[in-house]
């Protein structure tokens, strides 16, 4: 230190800071040494580093100087030191919190950085820094293009020390960017007229206290940009709402060119814009001055009607498409997750560098270098490579995925919630309820109001239950807490308090609830896993609100009555849970069965004659006959067997699981035949073989799948 600051006392300055500054030192980087006249030279080159890095770390320490982060970052000094001589009570406590936290081995070294850096810039003692100090770390990596690393730990940590006020929002809110005003959205279009401005932003003031913001943003958009600015665009001298005949002909021949998807809500908004300040200006002499005949007429709204049931009916032939996909959706993200779990256990019991074996085929642990070990991507994870993966693979990653591909999947199938509800789900949802009578526990799911802000409960099946209770399990933290996470409201622009959503994932070392996005991706992967592809090899698109239709067409056709969908569903009108019936109406059905059931009883009696014994007889046979080696045939009445009683390969075979070591049998003795048509070259034999064999394991699938029913245990509320 001393060698130091006897360079420094030849600069000009009160302060050694000031002096260090004049020296040119402070946004230096490693040849600071010669800046200050390179006290060490001729000195041997460790001795030198040792001396200089000691020295300039202590002083940091003690805050004789307060060096800047560029200096900071290009220097590097002995971070190591300066916490030793610096507050280390302080970062012994953050080591605690970081290890009861089981916190990333980089991230933590990542936050240690942080503070030490934000120390030494700042100078001050910890209990008096601010957020500020932290966002103007941020600000400088921001600056330069990097990410800060490590500072998303920092500022939970000070939170959870008491440095930083309890009430001090989490990082994500504290640098998020207020969603605009009205008069921010309007001035986004540049409205030229002052008048037509003040106008709009009125209009939308009024409106917005019965919108959400969503629908406010939308509005504007409608009004400003597809409207006025069009308007404005093409008569350059508009400045009241008075517009002629041809010239809103114009505009709404500029609006319909292209695809019709979207231009009807256009004219709802203008429509409703002449309608709403024609009502209001009987009570208000303002909006008097602006009341005007609209150019728009409902004959120009028709279409909607139209464009809509062509909508619906594209959306319910989709449904039908997607209905018979589901089962396999929902078996190939629980095989596919079963399977990833059993790598990931047989690869993480391998060495780094060692081959392993599972399910007959050989695996290679890769081994990470010092880097990617201690980076995210590298710590605590396992990387494999042969097989089926080309490439080297993230496992851990991969088992994460098939996880919650398998949670999202499973829980939009079991409950037709919307996407908002979804990521809004939280452990405080769940609750037991009992029964008065019998005392039957029923779990059941409380899900917040959202697009219709409606409020409801459902029935939680031992399916969900089962969902539920691992998802629960693998977000807790050691002691079983679910740790507390913000949402982002992407539709309202805001953010919610902490609360202890059910999924959650980590990004970086701050957990945060699973958005919208997050699940849109995690149901395209599961799409993509089970290879449901079409008849020109394209993926089927599933969407959260497929599953929402599905869930409604499934309860209807098992007879479930169209209101008490309607309240399952949250729908305020049962036009709109009608909407969803459409795809397979029973109501048509019960009407044309009706409809024929008229027409016999107009027929002569006699065209109707008794069964007699035989045919009576013959009724029974067929079902007799039904009964096969490995289960039983499920074709319909009165028709005879299209598969030449080849049971093994047919697909309306019900195999019976008492069956299973019968079929065990057959797969052996096909195994054994298959080896001998390969030994004697019979290749039309063998293709028969593979045939059967394949049915034959399919069936033996079907045996062994069963399906959980247990309950996992709920908290008393």
């Known amino acids: 230190m001393g060698v130091i600051l006897a360079a420094l006392s030849v600069f000009e300055g009160d302060t050694w800071q000031a002096r260090w500054e004049s020296a040119g030192c402070q946004d230096a980087g490693v040849d600071w040494r010669q800046r200050i006249g390179g006290p060490w030279e001729g000195i041997h080159v460790k001795r030198s580093a040792d001396e200089s890095g000691h020295g300039i770390a202590d002083l940091i320490a003690m805050d004789v100087i307060r060096p800047s982060y560029t200096w900071l970052r290009r220097a590097l000094p002995r971070f190591h030191r300066i916490r030793r001589n610096r507050h280390p009570e302080f970062f012994a406590r953050m080591v605690e919190h970081g290890t009861a936290r089981a916190v990333a081995p980089p991230n933590f070294g990542n936050s240690l950085v942080v503070m030490t850096k934000v120390l030494a810039r700042t100078g001050l003692p910890v209990e008096q820094l601010l957020p500020e100090h932290l966002l103007e770390y941020r600000d400088f990596q921001i600056g330069r293009g990097q990410k800060p690393d490590g500072l998303t730990y920092a500022w939970s940590m000070l939170k959870d020390l008491g440095v930083f006020d309890v009430s001090t929002p989490g990082l994500l809110?504290?640098?998020?960017?207020?969603?605009?005003?009205?008069?921010?959205?309007?001035?986004?279009?540049?409205?030229?007229?002052?008048?037509?401005?003040?106008?709009?932003?009125?209009?939308?003031?009024?409106?917005?206290?019965?919108?959400?913001?969503?629908?406010?943003?939308?509005?504007?958009?409608?009004?400003?940009?597809?409207?006025?600015?069009?308007?404005?665009?093409?008569?350059?001298?508009?400045?009241?709402?008075?517009i002629g005949f041809d010239e809103g002909r114009a505009w709404l021949n500029r609006l319909l060119q292209g695809p019709l998807?979207?231009?009807?809500?256009?004219?709802?908004?203008?429509?409703?814009?002449?309608?709403?300040?024609?009502?209001?200006?009987?009570?208000?002499?303002?909006?008097?001055?602006?009341?005007?005949?609209?150019?728009?007429t409902r004959e120009d709204t028709k279409g909607a009607a139209k464009h809509k049931l062509r909508t619906q009916a594209r959306i319910h032939q989709r449904i039908r498409d997607l209905g018979?996909?589901?089962?396999?959706?929902?078996?190939?993200?629980a095989t596919e997750l079963k399977s990833a779990q059993a790598l990931l256990a047989a690869g993480t019991a391998t060495g780094p560098g060692d081959d392993f074996e599972h399910q007959g085929i050989v695996y290679q642990r890769q081994p990470l270098s010092q880097r990617t070990s201690s980076s995210p991507r590298g710590a605590g994870r396992v990387w494999i490579s042969g097989g089926r993966f080309e490439r080297r693979v993230d496992l851990t990653q991969l088992e994460e995925n098939c996880f919650w591909s398998w949670a999202l999947v499973n829980t939009l199938n079991e409950t037709g919630v919307r996407i908002e509800e979804?990521?809004?789900?939280?452990?405080?949802?769940?609750?037991?309820?009992?029964?008065?009578?019998?005392?039957?526990?029923?779990?059941?799911?409380?899900?917040?109001?959202?697009?219709?802000?409606?409020?409801?409960?459902?029935?939680?099946?031992?399916?969900?239950?089962?969902v539920f209770a691992l998802v629960k399990k693998r977000i807790s933290r050691a002691d079983g807490i679910v740790p507390l996470t913000i949402r982002y409201d992407e539709a309202e622009r805001l953010y919610s308090a902490p609360l202890p959503h059910l999924f959650q994932?980590?990004?970086?070392?701050?957990?945060?609830?699973?958005?919208?996005?997050?699940?849109?991706?995690?149901?395209?992967?599961?799409?993509?896993?089970?290879?449901?592809?079409?008849?020109?090899?394209?993926?089927?698109?599933?969407?959260?609100?497929?599953?929402?239709?599905?869930?409604?067409?499934?309860?209807?056709?098992?007879?479930?009555p169209i209101h008490i969908l309607a309240k399952l569903m949250g729908h305020q009108n049962i036009v709109t849970t009608q909407g969803y019936a459409a795809v397979h109406d029973e109501e048509t059905f019960r009407h044309f069965r009706r409809f024929v059931d008229r027409r016999r009883a107009l027929?002569?009696?006699?065209?109707?004659?008794?069964?007699?014994?035989?045919?009576?007889q013959e009724f029974h046979d067929h079902f007799k006959k039904r009964k096969v080696e490995l289960g039983s045939c499920g074709?319909?009445?009165?028709?005879?067997?299209?598969?030449?009683?080849?049971?093994?390969?047919?697909?309306?075979?019900?195999?019976?699981?008492?069956?299973?070591?019968?079929?065990?049998?057959?797969?052996?003795?096909?195994?054994?035949?298959?080896?001998?048509?390969?030994?004697?070259?019979?290749?039309?034999?063998?293709?028969?073989?593979?045939?059967?064999?394949?049915?034959?394991?399919?069936?033996?699938?079907?045996?062994?799948?069963?399906?959980?029913?247990?309950?996992?245990?709920?908290?008393?509320?």
């Open 173 to 242: 809110q504290a640098v998020s960017v207020e969603r605009p005003s009205v008069e921010q959205m309007i001035d986004a279009y540049e409205i030229r007229s002052g008048p037509v401005r003040e106008m709009l932003i009125r209009y939308l003031k009024s409106r917005a206290v019965s919108l959400d913001y969503s629908t406010l943003r939308w509005l504007v958009y409608e009004l400003a940009k597809n409207f006025w600015s069009d308007i404005e665009a093409h008569n350059p001298g508009a400045h009241s709402l008075h």
């Open 261 to 296: 998807a979207g231009k009807h809500r256009s004219l709802f908004a203008v429509r409703a814009l002449y309608l709403d300040i024609a009502s209001w200006a009987t009570d208000d002499a303002y909006w008097a001055q602006w009341a005007a005949p609209s150019f728009l």
């Open 324 to 333: 018979p996909l589901l089962p396999r959706l929902l078996s190939s993200t």
């Open 422 to 466: 979804l990521v809004e789900i939280t452990t405080l949802a769940l609750s037991i309820y009992r029964l008065p009578g019998s005392g039957e526990a029923l779990p059941l799911l409380q899900t917040v109001p959202s697009k219709t802000d409606r409020e409801r409960v459902l029935l939680v099946s031992p399916e969900l239950a089962h």
């Open 505 to 560: 994932t980590h990004i970086g070392s701050e957990r945060r609830a699973m958005s919208p996005g997050r699940v849109r991706i995690a149901i395209r992967s599961a799409v993509a896993r089970a290879g449901l592809r079409d008849e020109t090899g394209a993926e089927y698109r599933f969407t959260p609100h497929d599953f929402r239709r599905l869930f409604a067409t499934s309860a209807l056709a098992a007879g479930l």
């Open 603 to 616: 027929r002569p009696r006699e065209d109707y004659l008794d069964p007699s014994s035989a045919e009576i």
């Open 635 to 717: 074709r319909a009445y009165g028709t005879p067997c299209i598969h030449e009683h080849a049971c093994i390969r047919c697909p309306v075979l019900r195999p019976d699981p008492l069956q299973r070591p019968r079929l065990e049998e057959l797969i052996e003795a096909l195994m054994n035949r298959k080896i001998e048509a390969e030994e004697r070259g019979w290749l039309g034999e063998l293709e028969g073989i593979e045939i059967s064999l394949n049915a034959a394991r399919d069936k033996l699938v079907q045996m062994r799948t069963q399906v959980s029913l247990g309950l996992p245990t709920f908290p008393s509320p």
